[in-house]
T-cell receptor
Framework: DAMVIQNPRYQVTQFGKPVTLSCSQT?????MYWYQQKSSQAPKLLFH???????NEADTPDNFQSRRPNTSFCFLDIRSPGLGDAAMYLC?????????????FGSGTRLTVV | EDKVVQSPLSLVVHEGDTVTLNCSYE??????LLWYKQEKKAPTFLFML????IEKKSGRLSSILDKKELFSILNITATQTGDSAVYLC??????????????FGKGTHLIIQP
């Protein structure tokens, strides 16, 4: 089945130690998104790739970076995780072809910073 | 600044009751409004609404959009304990360059008591 896969499901990292979360998709969607969802809060968009074009939200900290080496994969890099970065990180995809499109979410990666 | 406001933030009802969840929004270049159900994992898609006054239904769930008054409601009839979840409302806007991702409300935490 076509889907969005996030690995790992749970990630524990040390304060200040770089960490990478991954997302892959078999939907051939051209847009990929990363959201951060802290406990009991709404998901918040960090950035998205429209094809190879990177679009950063204005309030996304510099500590967060992203890479999209090809259509299928997108990575979220946190250069120096702080305790406040503990959250669920959701990857989503969509296809924009001038039509209203839906979004498909992955199962998320829950990040713990110790 | 784009805003999506959901009410109530939490709701406790008994099995069999009917509930109405509200979502109001203020965004530029509105494209669509989406409802998601979230149960301790990634949000699962319920509805996408783009046109005013057209009710969408799926089993016991239904939703409608009012683009003049800038709000949407999600109705759940004959509630069951499996309906307990956080219901998220999100708005998609169009920037001309493609889908810009979703702006979420804080969600309504719905608890169905047996």
């Amino acid at each position: 089945d076509a889907m969005v896969i996030q690995n790992p499901r749970y990630q524990v990292t040390q304060f200040g130690k770089p960490v990478t979360l991954s997302c892959s998709q078999t939907l051939n969607h051209n847009v990929m998104y990363w959201y951060q969802q802290k406990s009991s809060q709404a998901p918040k968009l960090l950035f998205h790739y429209y094809d190879k074009d990177f679009n950063n939200e204005a309030d996304t900290p510099d500590n967060f970076q992203s890479r999209r080496p090809n259509t299928s994969f997108c990575f979220l890099d946190i250069r120096s995780p702080g305790l406040g970065d503990a959250a669920m990180y959701l990857c989503a995809t969509s296809r924009d072809a001038g039509l209203v499109s839906g979004y498909t979410f992955g199962s998320g990666t829950r990040l713990t910073v110790v | 600044e784009d805003k999506v406001v959901q009410s109530p933030l939490s709701l406790v009802v008994h099995e069999g009751d009917t509930v109405t969840l509200n979502c109001s929004y203020e965004v530029t270049n509105f494209r669509s409004l989406l409802w998601y159900k979230q149960e301790k994992k990634a949000p699962t898609f319920l509805f996408m609404l783009t046109s005013s006054g057209i009710e969408k239904k799926s089993g016991r769930l239904s939703s409608i959009l009012d683009k003049k008054e800038l709000f949407s409601i999600l109705n759940i009839t004959a509630t069951q304990t499996g309906d307990s979840a956080v219901y998220l409302c999100a708005v998609e806007k169009y920037s001309g360059g493609g889908a810009d991702g979703l702006t979420f409300g804080k969600g309504t935490h719905l608890i169905i008591q047996p």
